[in-house]
C-alpha cells in the first residue's frame, strides 16, 4: 500500500473467575473453549497463539483450509449462520477479528463488516454463547469519510444493542514482525526510486504493537468489567506519517528523495483502480483514512488491561 497502513465462557463462569494480576501472562483460560473467526490473518493468528499457549481450547472460523497450530478449524464463512453456530456450540466466548481494508469484487465493506458481525451475533444468541469480543478501529463513526470507518461503526452499534456481554476494541494501526504497518511502510520504502507520500504527510498515527492488542483480548476474557465496554488502543506515541517513514527509512538504511503528491492528482485514479486492481497501492478509503489522525487516550487501556505499550522505535528490527 502507498500509505502503509495496515489496517482481529459463559458469563457466569467468567465472572467468577479472578482478575490476573496487571502485568502477567493471563493464567485462568484453561478451561474455555473460544471462538475466533479471522483467526489465521494477522491480529487473529497472534491471538489464536497466545491463547493456545495459555491453555485455551481454540476453534477458528475459516473461508478456506488453513493450518493453524493449537486450534481446530471449522471451514465456513463468517456470513453463514449454520456455520458460525456450528463452530460456536460449546464455546465459553467468541473473538470476532474479520474485516477487510479493500474492497475487492464482491468483498465489500457492508459484508464482511456488518453482515459478518450481525450473523456472528445470531449466532451467539442461537448457540447460547453470551461473551462477545470484537474487533472494531479506532476513527469508526457515523458520517465518517471512509465507508471502512463507517461500516465499522454500524457493526459497533449492532455489537451494543445485540444484548450480549460485549467488549469492543479501537485500535490504531497495528504492527508486528514481518507483517502489517512495519511492512508496508518497507514496500514503500523499496519500491522506485523515490519514496511517495500523499499529502502533507503529517497526520498523526499511534502504532499499536500486535502483542499489546492480543494481551488485552486475553485479558478481557477474565475481567467482567470490560462487557459492555470500548477501549481505544494505541502506543505510548502519536507521530506523523511522514516521520514514521523517515523512522523506518532511517533503520533500513534506506536513503532516497521523498515527493508529495497532493490527494487531488491521486484521486481520481484510486477511485477507480484502487477497487478493481488488487496491486494498485491505494484505494479511496485508504486515501481517505491516510488524511485524518488516528490517534487515542490510552489511560483506560494501560490501566484496565495492565498494558505498558511497546514503541514502534523499538521494534523497527523486527
Known amino acids: 500500500m502507498l500509505w502503509g497502513v495496515a489496517l482481529h465462557c459463559s ?7 479472578e482478575e490476573p494480576t496487571r502485568g502477567n501472562a493471563l493464567n485462568t483460560v484453561q478451561r474455555y473453549m473460544i471462538l475466533v473467526t479471522g483467526g489465521t490473518g494477522f491480529v ?6 497466545r491463547l493456545a499457549s495459555e491453555g485455551a481450547k481454540v476453534r477458528v472460523l475459516a473461508r478456506s483450509r488453513a493450518d493453524v497450530p493449537g486450534a481446530d478449524l471449522v471451514q465456513g464463512d ?35 463488516h456488518v453482515d459478518g458481525t450481525r450473523t456472528v451475533i445470531q449466532a451467539c444468541h442461537e448457540a447460547g454463547v453470551s461473551r462477545l469480543l470484537h474487533m472494531s478501529a479506532l476513527g469508526a ?14 457493526a459497533e452499534e449492532l455489537v451494543r444493542g445485540s ?3 460485549a467488549t469492543i476494541f479501537r485500535p490504531s494501526v497495528i504492527f508486528g514482525p514481518r507483517s ?5 511502510i518497507r514496500k514503500l520504502l523499496h519500491q522506485g526510486p523515490v519514496i511517495l507520500i500523499v499529502g502533507s504527510g503529517m497526520s498523526l498515527l499511534q502504532p499499536v504493537w500486535i502483542d499489546d492488542v492480543a494481551s488485552c483480548f486475553l485479558s478481557a476474557l477474565s475481567k467482567p468489567g470490560t462487557s459492555g465496554q470500548s477501549y481505544e488502543l494505541g502506543g505510548p506515541e502519536a507521530l506523523g506519517f511522514e516521520q514514521l517513514v523517515d523512522l523506518v527509512a532511517e533503520a533500513d538504511g534506506v ?8 490527494p487531488r492528482l491521486i484521486g481520481p485514479a484510486a477511485a477507480v483502480l484502487g477497487r478493481i486492481w488488487s496491486r494498485f497501492p491505494i484505494t479511496s478509503d485508504q486515501l481517505a483514512m491516510l488524511l485524518e489522525d488516528s490517534v487515542c487516550d490510552i489511560t483506560a487501556m494501560v490501566q484496565t ?4 505499550p511497546a514503541s514502534l522505535r523499538d521494534h523497527l528490527v523486527d
Open 78 to 112: 463468517v456470513r453463514d449462520l449454520s456455520a458460525v453456530v456450528q463452530a460456536a456450540r460449546g464455546c465459553d466466548a467468541i473473538i470476532h477479528l474479520v474485516g477487510i481494508i479493500r474492497e475487492m469484487g464482491d468483498a465489500t465493506f457492508r459484508r464482511a
Open 305 to 308: 488491561f495492565g498494558i505498558e
Open 141 to 154: 463513526r457515523p458520517g465518517a469519510r471512509s465507508k471502512y470507518h463507517r461500516t465499522k461503526w454500524e
Open 255 to 262: 536513503t532516497k528523495p521523498k515527493i508529495h503528491l497532493p
Open 163 to 165: 444484548g450480549l456481554a
Open 180 to 184: 502489517g504497518f512495519i511492512t508496508e
Open 11 to 17: 458469563v457466569c463462569h467468567l465472572e467468577r473467575c
Open 44 to 49: 487473529g493468528s497472534r491471538i489464536v497463539a
